[in-house]
């Protein structure tokens, strides 16, 4: 029974699904638009959301968090210098996911984008 798993495995460890999320949204970070399965965007939006608020408080505290949490320098740099400041005027909701077409060939997974809203 699944009573009380609130959050997705994907057939992953731990460390590779914490890996996971940090490549996405490194990925995600840096080129504000990325594609993948739906399932592996909807886990990522409240990682990235979480960056997103803590960049915005933009002290040193908020930086080292983001650091620990997504360990690349030129993400977070991005992140704090251009990213932070296009969101200061809304609470939350700073991504959209765009459902695509399933993948037919393959396996007929159901693909999406994630991207900044503004």
Excluded: C, W
Aim: proline share 4%; aromatic share 6%; hydrophobic share 40%.
């Amino acid at each position: 029974m699944r009573h009380r798993v609130k959050k997705k495995h994907f057939s992953r460890t731990a460390e590779q699904r914490v890996a996971l999320m940090r490549s996405l949204a490194r990925s995600l970070i840096l080129f504000e638009k990325i594609e993948s399965s739906e399932a592996k965007l909807k886990a990522l939006r409240p990682f990235v959301e979480r960056l997103i608020t803590l960049a915005k408080k933009g002290d040193l505290a908020s930086r080292r968090r983001a650091l620990s949490l997504l360990p690349d320098k030129e993400a977070i740099r991005k992140l704090f210098t251009e990213l932070a400041p296009r969101f200061e005027g809304r609470n939350g909701g700073y991504t959209r996911i765009v459902k695509l077409p399933n993948r037919k060939p393959g396996d007929s997974t159901e693909l999406a984008i994630i991207e900044f809203v503004e």
